[in-house]
């Protein structure tokens, strides 16, 4: 791996994989790799992009299981609360409510705000709003059913400090 010896080009390095879509990056210390400097980690922080440090003696398929388990953990999680939302929408219909009311609703459950607008960011139905246009996904389709968290969480599985994983005792 090619990673750069001074801060900007660290800093720029990892940018560069978070841009590119990468979930976390993992080193090994005893490896040949130059120091990491804070700006590097102060950019992981950020962004909230995992950094992990792995001894030589760990194989890579144990990184490689944790990493799956945590990814399964989440999607579970997220169906769970899909089903939960869809359950809740079934009997929310039942009640005859009006749109803006069906929709304050939903956003009750599933702690989202959620608007209904053309992928342009303008009202479908009046009385029901539009999300602020940088949180609109870049779509083609006719409308977008879009939804954002009051408070962003950080990336599933994504740590501020450097992680550790240690050789297993087994």
Known sequence: MALPRTA?????????LDDA????????????????HDAFFQAAEERGFPVLEVPLAVPFI?????????AQEDARHRLGAQLQVFG??????AED???PTLLRRLEDLSGYDV???TPQGHPLLPGIPVPDPAVLPASRGTSTLSSTRSATPPRAGSTTKRSRLAPSRH
Do not use: I, K
């Open 97 to 99: 409510l009006d749109t």
């Open 8 to 16: 900007a080009g660290q800093r720029a390095y990892l940018e560069r």
């Open 88 to 93: 809740a929408l079934r009997w929310l219909v």
């Open 21 to 36: 879509g990468v979930s976390a990056l993992a080193l090994s210390a005893q490896l040949h790799m130059p120091p990491l």
């Open 115 to 117: 608007y209904l607008c």
């Open 62 to 70: 144990a990184v490689a299981q944790e990493v799956a388990a945590a």
